[in-house]
C-alpha cells in the first residue's frame, strides 16, 4: 500500500454490502488497532468487534450520526478509560481508529466512523465493565458502491494547505 494514496484516496463508506468479512480481514483490521502508537505505549483501549446483525443494529440508534453501523458487517467499538481524565486517551483512540480504517482500505474493505451519545444504553447493549467508556465505533464492510471506496476527491472538499498551515505563527 501506498500510504500517501491511502491518505489522499480513502473516503468514508456507509453503505455496505451484505456479506461477512472472512476472519483474516478482521483480524488484521483489529491487529492494526492493537499496533497502533499511544501516548507513553499505554495502550489504553479495548476493542469490542460485532458482527451479531441484532447488536449492530441496537448500537446504531446511540448515535445521531450511526444508522450505518446497522448495514456493517463488522462494528469496532473503541473502548478507553475516563475519556475527561487525560487529552491522550481520545488521540490514542483516534489513531487506534484511524490505522483500523486504513489497514481496511488496503484491503478492499469500507469504513466509517460514528460518534456515540447514548453512553449508558451502549453500556447496556455492550455489557463492559463500568471504569471503561465508549465514544467512538467504526463499521466496516464491503462497498455497495465500489467506487466509493477510493471516490476522487469532490470538488471544494478540501481546503488548501496555505488555508490550513501557519508558519512559525499565525
Not at 14 to 23: A, I, M, N, Q
Not at 62 to 73: F, L, V
Not at 112 to 130: D, G, H, N, Q, V
Amino acid at each position: 500500500m501506498n500510504v500517501m494514496d491511502a491518505i489522499r484516496l480513502k473516503r468514508a463508506v456507509r453503505k455496505f454490502h451484505d456479506v461477512p468479512l472472512p476472519d483474516d480481514v478482521v483480524h488484521a483490521i483489529l491487529n492494526a488497532g492493537r499496533r497502533s502508537q499511544s501516548s507513553k505505549n499505554n495502550q489504553a483501549w479495548q476493542f469490542i468487534a460485532i458482527r451479531d446483525r441484532s447488536v449492530l443494529k441496537a448500537l446504531s440508534t446511540c448515535g445521531e450520526w450511526a444508522s450505518h453501523i446497522a448495514g456493517a458487517a463488522l462494528c469496532v467499538a473503541i473502548l478507553t478509560p475516563d475519556p475527561e481524565s487525560k487529552f491522550q486517551i481520545m488521540f490514542d483512540a483516534g489513531q487506534a481508529a484511524a490505522f483500523m480504517q486504513l489497514a481496511a482500505w488496503e484491503l478492499g474493505v469500507g469504513s466509517c466512523p460514528a460518534s456515540l451519545y447514548e453512553f449508558e444504553k451502549t453500556r447496556e447493549i455492550l455489557k463492559f465493565p463500568a471504569e471503561w467508556h465508549l465514544r467512538i465505533a467504526l463499521s466496516f464492510g464491503y462497498p455497495m458502491d465500489e467506487e466509493k471506496i477510493s471516490a476522487p476527491p469532490k470538488k471544494g472538499g478540501r481546503r488548501s494547505l496555505e488555508d490550513v498551515v501557519h508558519w512559525e505563527k499565525w
